[in-house]
Each structure stands twice: as C-alpha cells, then as structure tokens.
C-alpha cells in the first residue's frame, strides 16, 4: 500500500514520522494508524534504503525543519512518543469530538430545516384559510340582511296580495250567485 488515502503525493521528505504526528494530535500510534486506515488522516509509505517510513500529512501544520537526534523520535516499532502538549491535545480532542459530532448533527440540521419549511407552509396555508372563514363569515352576514329585508319588504305586499284574493273570492262568489239566481229566477216566477 503506498498511499493511505485519497489525495495528492507531497516531497517524499515532507510531512511527519508517526511518532511526531501522533504527538501532535495527542493521541497514541496505534490509533494514528486506526485513523491512517480509516482514511481520516493522510499518509503515505516512503520507500528509503532501510525500508520503508510513513510520513503523516496534518492539514494546516508544518513538519518539523530539523531533524532530531533524540532516538525516541525515530520510527522505531515499540518507540514511545513524547507526551503531547496541552495545547496538541485539546486540538486533537477538538478535532475528534468535531469529526464524531458532525456526521451526526449534519443530518439533524437538515431535518429541522425542513421542519421549519413544513411549519412555514402550514402557517401560510393557515392565514390562508382564516381570510377564506373571514370573507365567507362577511357573505352569510349579507345574505341574511339581505333575506331578513326580502322578508321585511314582501310582508306588506304578502298581506295584500292575500287581502286582495279574499276580496277577489267573495266577488266571485257573490257574482256566482246572481248569475245562478238570474237562471233560477225565471223557472221560479212561473
């Protein structure tokens, strides 16, 4: 394997020893190489006439420009690292709790912004049907006044109308009996 992950290949002499890069991010070498496997740090093996190294590329950090002469910095399988620095390590801590949080955070952020985009709508749709209730509440309001002054204009004229059949009714009726009393007078008279 010559390249741990996916990306571009730097100066065969750049970037750091395991050692250095796991020193760096505060954690141990067995879990820089965890995260070398895992693709969450690039790295590649560098072919030297003893063998081959690994040298780590941290993103946005400088490799060291002397080499040191301590052996415990060499790689060496079974070396032990220097102890990080406070400051390495709450770096590594915040990258880590950073890597941990956002693949699960990201899909919760998208959930609530379309939950609000859901609510949003409904609102409108809300507004929307209260004008609706509104406007109709307005047109039942004017058909009732408007039948309540049918009922008051055709009442007079109802009563009339009624007034002027009855009166109708008894002229006929009265005109009916003459005409039959007319008939019947003659037959009766002889």
Do not use: K
Not at 1 to 20: K, V
Not at 71 to 93: F, K, M, N, Y
Request: net charge positive; aromatic share 4%; hydrophobic share 45%.
């Amino acid at each position: 394997m010559q390249d741990a992950t996916a990306g571009s290949h730097d100066a065969p002499t750049a970037g750091y020893s395991l050692q250095e890069a796991a020193a760096s991010l505060g954690i141990g070498i067995n879990t820089l190489r965890r995260r070398i496997a895992a693709g969450l740090v690039r790295a590649e093996q560098v072919e030297r006439p003893q063998g081959y190294v690994w040298r780590v590329y941290l993103d946005g950090r400088h490799p060291p420009t002397q080499p040191t002469s301590d052996p415990t910095d060499r790689e060496h399988p079974g070396s032990l690292p220097r102890p990080p620095a406070p400051l390495a390590q709450a770096e590594a801590l915040a990258a880590l709790i950073q890597a941990t949080l956002a693949p699960i955070v990201a899909p919760l952020l998208a959930e609530q912004a379309a939950l609000r985009q859901t609510v949003e709508r409904q609102a409108d749709q809300l507004v929307g049907q209260a004008e609706t209730i509104g406007r109709q509440g307005a047109e039942l309001e004017a058909e009732q006044r408007a039948r309540e002054q049918f009922v008051i204009e055709r009442a007079p004229a109802e009563v009339s109308r009624r007034r002027n059949t009855r009166r109708l009714r008894i002229a006929l009726a009265v005109a009916a009996t003459l005409a039959i009393a007319g008939v019947l007078a003659p037959v009766w008279i002889r």
